[in-house]
Protein backbone atom coordinates (compact mmCIF):
# COMPACT_ATOMS: atom_id res chain seq x y z
CA UNK A 1 0.00 0.00 0.00
CA UNK A 2 1.38 3.27 -0.77
CA UNK A 3 0.80 6.61 0.97
CA UNK A 4 -1.93 9.22 -0.64
CA UNK A 5 0.09 12.07 -2.77
CA UNK A 6 -0.23 15.42 -2.29
CA UNK A 7 -0.55 17.86 -4.47
CA UNK A 8 0.26 21.21 -3.84
CA UNK A 9 -1.92 23.05 -6.30
CA UNK A 10 -5.21 22.04 -5.30
CA UNK A 11 -5.03 22.04 -1.30
CA UNK A 12 -5.55 25.22 0.09
CA UNK A 13 -2.93 27.25 2.34
CA UNK A 14 -2.62 27.19 5.93
CA UNK A 15 -3.32 30.40 7.72
CA UNK A 16 -0.33 31.91 9.11
CA UNK A 17 -2.18 33.74 11.95
CA UNK A 18 -3.64 29.59 13.01
CA UNK A 19 0.16 28.53 13.26
CA UNK A 20 1.25 31.92 15.49
CA UNK A 21 -1.44 31.41 17.87
CA UNK A 22 -0.09 28.52 19.64
CA UNK A 23 -0.42 28.72 23.58
CA UNK A 24 2.57 28.69 25.96
CA UNK A 25 2.69 28.01 29.48
CA UNK A 26 4.82 30.54 31.76
CA UNK A 27 7.27 27.92 31.96
CA UNK A 28 7.50 27.64 28.15
CA UNK A 29 7.57 31.54 27.31
CA UNK A 30 10.35 31.64 29.71
CA UNK A 31 12.64 29.36 28.05
CA UNK A 32 11.43 30.87 24.75
CA UNK A 33 12.47 33.59 25.94
CA UNK A 34 15.61 32.71 27.52
CA UNK A 35 14.57 35.01 30.74
CA UNK A 36 13.36 34.31 34.36
CA UNK A 37 9.64 33.98 35.52
CA UNK A 38 10.33 37.25 37.47
CA UNK A 39 11.01 39.13 34.30
CA UNK A 40 8.38 37.71 32.20
CA UNK A 41 5.93 38.92 35.12
CA UNK A 42 7.54 42.36 35.33
CA UNK A 43 6.96 42.21 31.29
CA UNK A 44 3.40 41.72 31.96
CA UNK A 45 2.57 44.27 35.01
CA UNK A 46 4.19 46.66 32.49
CA UNK A 47 1.68 45.84 29.83
CA UNK A 48 4.17 44.53 27.35
CA UNK A 49 2.50 41.23 27.37
CA UNK A 50 -0.18 39.75 28.17
CA UNK A 51 -1.10 36.59 30.76
CA UNK A 52 -4.25 34.49 29.75
CA UNK A 53 -5.65 32.78 33.00
CA UNK A 54 -8.04 29.79 31.71
CA UNK A 55 -10.72 29.24 34.42
CA UNK A 56 -11.27 26.30 36.56
CA UNK A 57 -7.98 24.79 36.67
CA UNK A 58 -4.22 24.37 38.06
CA UNK A 59 -1.37 25.67 36.21
CA UNK A 60 -3.71 27.50 34.14
CA UNK A 61 -2.05 30.85 32.82
CA UNK A 62 -1.35 30.68 29.23
CA UNK A 63 0.79 33.04 26.59
CA UNK A 64 -0.09 33.60 23.24
CA UNK A 65 3.00 32.71 20.83
CA UNK A 66 1.82 35.68 18.68
CA UNK A 67 1.85 38.20 21.22
CA UNK A 68 5.19 37.33 22.29
CA UNK A 69 6.20 37.26 18.89
CA UNK A 70 4.79 41.62 18.58
CA UNK A 71 6.49 42.08 21.78
CA UNK A 72 9.92 42.03 20.55
CA UNK A 73 11.36 44.31 17.31
CA UNK A 74 14.11 43.98 15.46
CA UNK A 75 17.48 45.78 16.44
CA UNK A 76 18.84 48.28 13.66
CA UNK A 77 22.55 47.09 13.92
CA UNK A 78 23.25 48.49 10.68
CA UNK A 79 25.79 51.54 11.84
CA UNK A 80 27.30 49.12 14.18
CA UNK A 81 25.79 49.64 17.31
CA UNK A 82 23.56 47.01 19.60
CA UNK A 83 20.85 48.04 22.03
CA UNK A 84 22.84 47.03 25.19
CA UNK A 85 23.85 50.64 27.00
CA UNK A 86 27.12 49.58 28.48
CA UNK A 87 28.50 49.21 24.50
CA UNK A 88 30.96 52.10 23.68
CA UNK A 89 29.44 51.58 20.15
CA UNK A 90 26.07 52.73 21.49
CA UNK A 91 28.15 56.03 23.38
CA UNK A 92 30.93 56.54 20.82
CA UNK A 93 28.99 59.70 18.77
CA UNK A 94 27.18 61.25 22.15
CA UNK A 95 28.73 63.99 23.54
CA UNK A 96 29.26 64.01 27.03
CA UNK A 97 26.85 65.62 29.03
CA UNK A 98 24.27 66.29 26.43
CA UNK A 99 21.77 63.14 27.62
CA UNK A 100 20.51 65.13 31.48
CA UNK A 101 22.22 68.56 31.23
CA UNK A 102 19.99 69.14 35.14
CA UNK A 103 21.97 65.79 36.73
CA UNK A 104 25.12 67.27 34.53
CA UNK A 105 25.01 70.22 36.10
CA UNK A 106 24.63 69.33 39.31
CA UNK A 107 27.05 66.86 39.20
CA UNK A 108 29.58 69.31 37.81
CA UNK A 109 28.83 71.67 41.00
CA UNK A 110 29.08 69.16 43.51
CA UNK A 111 32.73 68.33 41.88
CA UNK A 112 33.57 71.82 42.23
CA UNK A 113 32.51 71.88 45.75
CA UNK A 114 34.33 68.66 47.24
CA UNK A 115 37.74 70.42 45.80
Sequence with gaps: MTAPTIDPATTEPIDPR??????????????????????????????????????????????????IEAMMIPVDTSEGTTVHPRDPANHATRKKGTRNPERDARAQAWTKGAN
Excluded: F, P, Q
Aim: glycine share 4%; proline share 0%; with cysteine.
Design 18 to 67: LIADRWLTIAEACEYLNITRATLHKLALTGNLTIYRIVNGRNTNRIRLSD
